[in-house]
């Protein structure tokens, strides 16, 4: 049978045809230019997600300052600590035993500092007398004077002389490297949040402007729903890359321009190639899975007034989801973190945070193939409803005055149409 | 059925039918919008579907053009059980028109061709070329937006037939039309039966109906009262003898039928089962001086109103005039 007189088009050349018409609508109309602007709104959410950012950082990006003596010196070390804490009150970092030396035993605080990882911003080795501060510069200027005192207490705890403290400076520390990378993983979870939401509100717009359009029933009749679903779904997934391509273009050049390079940066816990690589397979999966409620949410709705009271709800829920995803980064490792990575809502803003913190590569494999399987389901359930709702709500429907209630007590029926 | 062309063939007659729809059903939210629907399309005609508003009649389009599922009932188009196989011979213009504001007519056109598996580029060639078969060459780079309101229409119809369907199914076609574009319309509808090609079209007006279809369903209160041949249809009411007289009474007002009404000073009746002849030798024994006396055959309206009821006939009635206006 030729091309020509084979019955109808397959799923995908139809919604390869939706796709096509949809994109290059969106691209060269008006409003696309907006979409282009959009990523300047992540600047007034992170103000207003200041909050939930600050606890994030005081949870989690704890600078501590370890010690690496004979053993009964890092006792004195740590008993001044706790009696200078008392004296001066906030302020006094933490300090850890980070080993108990044999007498004439070395150890390379330097080694252990830049070897990442762990919570340890300086080490101080040497004796209470003759204390060595190895940290980075910033932090050799901050701990300097603090250290000699805690370190003269030590030596005598009556004393009025501190000893002179010695320093060496490290290029980075595990304390900095972690607060870097929870920065990554908070500016990676936003920034997937802004665009998700752009776009899955991007994709319930066109819907309605299509129903509004009377253009519906047309593609009805042609072409199966689930590839109008499909086609719509995956052209804003196009629009998006072009987005992204010029955000991205603009800001590599306005930071090579500034002479800023991503090696001022904290190395994500991945590295960088990979995490760009991550986060846009966790943007693919965070889109699918919001586009496809969003889809399903437009087949109800006739009008922007009705997309705005049934997109609502959903929206308010992505929201929480965020700041859910935003939490798991203070538990690493604990049922929080673990909860946002399971439920495929919240998986791919826990997984980007999680590629930032983290160097494992095996449970990205996991979690990109556990949220497939959710799109999967996702798009199903979503083209399912929006086969069945789709028609049932065109202009006669709102001439009969739905409730918006009753249309959604009727998405478990199996009606589909309004009568004509 | 013809393997060969995929037309379904009827066990009882030589027509292949381009639909055949038996018993079919529809309930929304309880109500029952089409009742067990039965139709029978032949290939190559022009077939009316006619009721008022809400009769079921776009509801069961739809479910022809497998755009929403029946609950119960058969139907089988173009020789595919399932509409959507074969979805790319099939042109459909619904009631509610629509088509993108911002593009161009020509590109309209080739977006409704390519639903229907024509090539973009050939698509956009044919759209050209029909917006200038049909008078609207000046249309060819402007958006839709604009557009005058027929001229869009135009270009919606012209979507519907340029990957050259077998069957096209119109939903109330000429409604929001000028007479003179109406005029058009039927004539590009003769056009396409010409052609082969199978027109169904559901209308509230009957006298587009009569003007084109052989065939037609009659469709009231989701239910198919008559489906059939329009002449069939008008043979279902008797033929009306219209009688005038110089005599206003006499004896010969015996010979006249039972069911006889007087208007004026023409009389009406059924014409009797035995002929004129009979009745004509009587009125010229009995004096009535006839001055003419002529019988007229029942037009579709009157078939209509004997078939679906006058309660149907006057909400038709109601919603062309109201149309008109």
């Keep these: 049978m030729s091309e020509q007189t084979r019955g109808r088009l397959s799923l995908l050349r139809a919604a390869f045809v939706i796709a096509r018409r949809d994109f290059t609508a969106i691209l060269f109309g008006r409003t696309f230019i907006f979409f282009l602007l959009g990523p300047l709104f992540p600047v007034v959410v992170m103000a207003l997600a200041g909050g939930v950012g600050a606890q994030v950082q005081s949870g989690v990006a704890v600078a501590d300052i370890g010690v690496a003596m004979e053993a009964q010196d890092v006792d004195a070390m740590l008993a001044a600590r706790e009696e200078v804490a008392e004296q001066l009150g906030g302020g006094v970092p933490p300090m850890v035993a980070t080993a108990r030396l044999e007498p004439g035993e070395s150890f390379d605080a330097r080694a252990v500092l830049e070897s990442g990882g762990g919570s340890l911003a300086a080490v101080v080795t040497g004796t209470p007398e003759a204390p060595v501060l190895t940290a980075t510069e910033g932090r050799v200027r901050n701990w300097q004077g603090l250290v000699g005192m805690i370190a003269g207490f030590a030596a005598d705890p009556g004393t009025r002389s501190y000893p002179a403290v010695s320093t060496q400076a490290v290029v980075t520390s595990g304390a900095a490297e972690t607060s870097g990378r929870i920065k990554t993983a908070q500016g990676g979870q936003i920034l997937l949040f802004m665009l998700i939401m752009l776009l899955a509100s991007m994709v319930l717009s066109n819907l309605v402007e299509e129903k509004g359009n009377k253009i519906i029933e047309i593609l009805a009749a042609a072409v199966p729903m689930d590839a109008v679903f499909l086609g719509k779904l995956f052209a804003m997934l196009g629009i998006s890359v072009v987005g992204i391509v010029v955000w991205a273009s603009t800001g590599f050049a306005i930071l090579t321009a500034g002479g800023v390079t991503l090696s001022d940066y904290a190395n994500p816990g991945v590295g960088w190639p990979m995490f760009f690589v991550l986060f846009a397979a966790y943007f693919a999966m965070g889109y699918l899975l919001l586009g496809s409620i969003f889809l399903a949410v437009g087949s109800l709705a006739n009008t922007v007034r009705e997309v705005q009271t049934l997109s609502m709800p959903a929206t308010m829920a992505q929201i929480l989801v965020f700041f859910f995803a935003s939490l798991a980064v203070t538990d690493q490792g604990g049922w929080v973190e673990y909860s946002a990575m399971a439920f495929p809502l919240s998986s791919p803003f826990a997984m980007v945070a999680r590629a930032a913190t983290d160097e494992a590569l095996w449970p990205h494999v996991l979690a990109l193939l556990w949220q497939a399987a959710w799109v999967a389901v996702f798009i199903r359930a979503g083209a399912s409803l929006f086969r069945r709702r789709v028609m049932k709500s065109g202009p006669q429907g709102a001439r009969k005055s739905r409730s918006l209630v009753k249309a959604i007590g009727g998405l478990f029926r199996n009606d589909s149409a309004t009568a004509g | ?323 008109a206006t």
């Design chain 2, 1 to 323: 059925m013809d393997m060969a062309t995929g037309e379904f063939t009827p066990a009882t007659g030589t027509t292949p039918l381009a639909i055949e729809a038996r018993g079919l059903i529809k309930r929304f939210d309880g109500t029952t919008a089409v009742d067990g629907v039965d139709i029978s399309v032949p290939q190559g005609a022009i077939y009316g579907v006619l009721g008022p508003n809400g009769a079921g009649k776009t509801t069961t389009l739809r479910m022809l053009l497998g755009i929403i599922e029946p609950d119960a009932g058969y139907r089988r188009v173009l020789g595919a059980e399932n509409p959507q196989d074969v979805a790319r011979r099939i042109g459909y213009l619904p009631e509610e028109r629509g088509l993108y504001p911002t593009m161009k007519a020509y590109e309209a056109i080739a977006f409704m061709g390519a639903l229907r598996g024509v090539p973009l580029a050939e698509g956009r060639r044919r759209g050209k070329e029909l917006l200038e078969e049909h008078g609207l060459a000046h249309a060819i780079d402007r958006q839709i937006r604009q557009l005058s309101k027929g001229m869009a229409q135009t270009v919606q119809l012209l979507g519907t037939l340029v990957h050259d369907p077998a069957l096209v199914v119109f939903d109330e076609p000429f409604s929001g039309l000028d007479a003179i574009n109406q005029g058009k319309l039927e004539l590009l509808i003769r056009g396409l039966a010409d052609k082969g090609t199978t027109v169904i079209f559901s209308t509230h007006v009957i006298a587009h109906a009569e003007r084109l279809c052989e065939q037609i369903a009659i469709i009231a209160g989701g239910k198919v009262p008559y489906a059939g041949s329009v002449e069939e249809a008008r043979d279902r009411i008797p033929a009306q003898v219209r009688l005038e007289t110089r005599n206003p009474d006499g004896a010969w007002r015996a010979a006249l039928p039972e069911g006889t009404r007087r208007v004026g000073q023409f009389w009406y009746f059924p014409l009797p089962e035995s002929g004129v002849e009979p009745l004509l030798k009587a009125l010229i024994e009995g004096d009535a001086g006839i001055l003419s006396l002529s019988i007229e055959r029942a037009g579709l309206h009157d078939a209509f109103v004997a078939i679906a009821g006058e309660a149907a006939a006057r909400a038709m009635v109601t919603q062309a005039a109201g149309e």
